[in-house]
C-alpha cells in the first residue's frame, strides 16, 4: 500500500468493459512527505476522492479486490481519503 496525491483525472471514452463505472485519478506516489515519485499511476477511486486529495493505494489483487471485479484489468485502487500523517523521528 501507497499514500499519494490526486493530481487529475483519467477519462477513456474506448475501454475494456470491466471498467464501465469505474472513476479513474491520476496520482503521485509519495515518497515521503515532502517528495513524490517521478511519473504517476492511474488507479480506480472507490472513496470518491478528489484532486489534492492525500490517499491510500493498494496495488495488484487487492486493488481488484477492493472494486469487487476480480476480472477488472486494474493496478491500483484508491481505497481511503488519508486525515493527517504523524511520521516521528528516532534518530
Not at 493505494?57 to 504523524?86: L, M, T, W, Y
Amino acid at each position: 500500500m501507497d499514500v499519494g496525491r490526486v493530481i487529475g483525472n483519467v477519462w477513456a471514452t474506448k475501454k475494456d468493459e470491466n471498467l464501465n463505472g469505474q472513476k479513474l485519478l491520476a496520482i503521485k506516489i509519495l515518497l515521503d512527505k515532502e517528495h513524490e515519485r517521478d511519473g504517476f499511476v492511474v488507479a480506480s477511486d472507490i472513496v470518491g476522492a478528489g484532486v489534492g486529495d492525500l490517499v491510500l493505494i493498494s496495488h495488484g489483487g487487492g486493488a481488484r479486490h477492493a472494486v469487487g471485479n476480480s476480472k477488472a484489468p486494474i493496478d491500483s485502487a484508491v481505497v481511503g481519503i488519508v486525515d493527517s500523517i504523524e511520521v516521528l523521528d528516532y534518530e
